[in-house]
């Protein structure tokens, strides 16, 4: 017979899928936790994005709004033009039309000096067919 205090002997498997259930519930538990965790960080960052875009639009907006209708309207145009006694196809680009960068900044920096001193804008332009 066995004694009373003798506790029943539980096979490897048994113990195996036991500890997995705690497991499985802790990871669980923890990628809940992390899921909110992400959740509330990706609003703040989008609340954060959203600001920075609405301030972005509205720096582009006023900065539009300061060149002439009619380089505005010349913006995104296909032309030919004259390159090395070659007649090329093109199309004029605005200054939020290129990433920012150097290009973007060198247009900027033409744009007040030309504006300044009252001269023609000097175009961005896109060369198709040439890797020049």
Known sequence: KK??????RRSKNELD???DGEEA???AAAEEMNGARR???ERAQS????????????????TLDKIPRDVKSRFRRLCFSS???SWLP????GPYDVAP?????????????????????????????TPR
Request: proline residues 3%.
């Open 90 to 93: 093109a199309v004029e680009l």
């Open 39 to 41: 959740k509330g960080r």
């Open 101 to 129: 960068g150097p290009v973007r900044d060198q247009w900027f920096k033409m744009f007040y000096n030309v504006k300044k001193n009252k001269r023609p804008l000097t175009r961005l332009v896109y060369w198709y067919g």
């Open 17 to 19: 899928s036991d500890s």
């Open 83 to 85: 390159w090395s006694k």
């Open 47 to 62: 609340a954060e994005y959203l600001e920075a875009k609405e301030k972005f639009e509205e720096e582009k907006q006023k």
């Open 3 to 8: 004694s009373k205090k003798e506790k029943k």
């Open 25 to 27: 519930s802790d990871a």
